[in-house]
């Protein structure tokens, strides 16, 4: 689950072509609401009052604008690799808006230990040049507490065979998923599939592992 920056380059580059049509895309109500709906309902039962939420990989900020309203008083903060996505996510940004957009990656997050109540990752970690150093990076800037709330592809059944005939190693299963967070000292505490896309595109809720003595779960 290792995977080369040439990968992610490529990525960069599509996603910079797309940006200006990226909002009106057929894909945003199609896939990526009903994802995103699942998402923040996990996240509001997971984490009821954040005080600071990261969504990495927030293309146009659709996600983030959404979060701003379901969690008032929130600090928002939004990295996205493709550059072009960052210019689009700021000109949509309502004056006065408590959300701040920069480009960064996932294997570098651009914040200090411990910031972040809730992280987000809607569809990207596909994308992520190295999925471990990523994980990694989540992890460190996850505050007590906190949560990871991951979607992407998980492969299982026909979605499993499909992915393998083609070599689309970036996606996982489960059990490849479970082992690989637990590297980076996350669990998964909940599950839900989302809506229209079910289990195929499940919502984790991810936290840190309690290591000491001592201390309560969260």
């Known amino acids: 689950m290792h995977h080369s920056r040439s990968h992610s380059h490529g990525d960069v580059g599509r996603f910079d072509e797309w940006a200006p049509r990226y909002e009106r895309h057929w894909m945003q109500r199609v896939v990526f609401d009903p994802i995103q709906s699942t998402l923040l309902n996990l996240a509001s039962e997971q984490v009821p009052q954040p005080q600071s939420i990261l969504d990495v990989g927030c293309g146009t900020g659709r996600l983030l604008r959404t979060a701003s309203q379901r969690f008032p008083g929130a600090r928002l903060e939004g990295i ?3 550059p072009q996505m960052v210019e689009q996510a700021i000109s949509l940004l309502a004056a006065g808006a408590p959300i701040r957009y920069q480009q960064g990656t996932a294997e570098a997050l651009p914040f200090a230990d ?11 970690f596909h994308h992520w040049a190295d999925q471990r150093k990523g994980v990694n990076e989540v992890a ?8 990871w709330l991951l979607a992407d592809f998980i492969g299982r059944g026909l979605v499993r065979t499909v992915t393998q005939l083609l070599r689309l190693h970036r996606f996982f299963d489960r059990k490849g ?4 967070i637990a590297e980076a ?3 998964v505490v909940a599950e839900r599939p989302s809506r229209w896309l079910g289990k195929s595109v499940p919502v984790l809720a ?3 592992m309690e290591r000491a003595m001592g201390i309560e779960p969260t």
């Open 80 to 82: 996205d690799a493709a």
């Open 114 to 124: 411990g910031q972040f109540d809730l992280v987000f990752s809607t569809m990207t």
């Open 140 to 147: 460190r800037v996850l505050a007590p507490g906190g949560r």
């Open 177 to 180: 998923l479970d082992s690989f």
């Open 185 to 187: 000292g996350l669990v």
């Open 206 to 208: 991810i936290k840190k």
